[in-house]
Structures are given as C-alpha cells and as structure tokens.
C-alpha cells in the first residue's frame, strides 16, 4: 500500500490524479440503524473523504438511517463508539445537504426536535424526485 | 458505457459477490469498460488470499484474480475495512491493491455509472 497515502484524500495523490474539475452530485443513502452492523459508521467514513474531493454532497436518512442522527446516544454498555458527534462536524466539511424521510420518522414516533443536526425533513416522493437528480448513488 | 464497481458484502455468505462478478462479466461482453471494482465493509473478503473453498465450489477471490487480469480491471480493496477485517499486503490475493476511499470517490467522478453490491 502506498506510503504517500494521507487520511484526507484516500489514497489519491491530487496533483497527479485526473480527478479534479468534474463535480458530480453524490448522494449517500443510509437506511441501517447506527449500530448492530458497521454500515452507518463505515458510511460516514465514505461522506467525510468525498468532501475532500470538492463534490456536490448529500445525504438521506430513511428507515431505520434516522436513528443514526437521534440524539443522545450511550453506547458505554455495549462497547461501541459512540460517533453521532461527527454528524454534528459535517458543516465543517461543506455537507450540508442533510435529508429526512417524513414517513420513517413517522412509523418510529421520531420528530425533527428527536434529532441531533439541522435537517430537511421530506416525504419519500421529495426524495424520489431529489435522487433521480443524482450523478451517482451510494445506498448503505 | 463506462461502469465503475462497489461491492460490500463478503464472499459466500452473501450473493451480492456473485452477482457483482456475473454483473460484470456480462456488461463486459457487451462491449462495456469496467476500468475499477472498489471493495468495501465486508466486501473486502474477496481479496483475501486464504480462501480456500471445497474443490466442487466457485472459488470467488481466484475467479476475480483472472477476470481482472484478462479485462485490466483495477481491483481496489479499502484500507481501512481491510484492516479491521485481518486483510493485510500479506494475506491479499493476487490482481488486489489495497488503497483508500478516495479511489472510490474518484471512480464515481470518473466513470458514466457507479452500480453497488450491497445488502
């Protein structure tokens, strides 16, 4: 593996890499509830590299995704860590764009004041139409 | 068409692997470009070298080895779910590199569609 990879930029070397100029609209899609499986941890790791590539970034909480962002998470006693902070660290990195699914907040008696970041809440038909708009989808 | 890879599940247990390898092999032989596969979560499983399955079954990281070496695909394995998950430099199978998550960001830039394997 490459030494001169830093934790920033994933292995990409910016001054020799093709990879800038072209901005594409990315969409992170989580659906998996913060713990239990890596995904929603592992995603975040995905989020937070992309912003370092300067992209049009968003991403969608639906399903059992909104319990990622609910607030006041313990996770002392199953000895996980607790990383709903970094949701809140986002805005640092210009991703912004955070959306909600109405109806998964619903069926789990959630509301926007249950959850730890700014977000918009939208219903699934919102985020239907705001997915087709993407260049490039990456569901967790 | 231009088609980047993500597959994130392990091999065996899951069929997204197959289906991933089978996805490819077909969009190859329409005359599609796979220039990238991206191997994250448990994905990075397929990489491992110390696979070894019963002799009557697919063997999945191998198949990948000679699929890529035929088709010049960049098979990219992620550092960090590799480590987690044991996949070391010394344990990675042959056709694999191990690399960051920005190899996956940039194939999204870079190719026309980016189709992930997942659960």
Sequence with gaps: ?140 | MKLAIMINEGVYQHQSTDSAYQFVKAAIEKGHEVPRIFFYHDGVYNASSLTDPPKDDRNIVMRWAKLAHEHNIDMVVCVAAALRRGIKDENLAEGFRISGLGQLVEAGIQADRLVVFGD
């Design chain 1, 1 to 140: 593996m490459g030494e001169e990879m830093t934790e920033s930029t994933g292995g990409i070397d910016f001054e020799d890499e093709d990879a800038s100029g072209v901005i594409k609209k990315f969409m992170f899609v989580n659906r998996k509830a913060p713990y239990g499986t890596i995904y929603a941890l592992e995603s975040l790791e995905v989020v937070l590299i992309s912003a370092a590539f300067d992209q049009d970034v968003s991403l969608i909480f639906m399903d059992d995704g909104v319990y990622q962002i609910v607030k006041g998470q313990h996770t002392k006693a199953i000895d996980v860590k607790n990383f709903s902070p970094t949701y809140r660290a986002l805005e640092g990195y210009d991703i912004e764009k955070l959306y909600v699914e109405k109806e998964s907040l619903d069926q789990r008696g959630l509301t926007e004041d249950d959850l730890l970041v700014d977000v918009q809440v939208m219903s699934s038909a919102e985020i239907a139409k705001i997915m087709a708009e993407q260049d490039v989808v990456i569901s967790f």
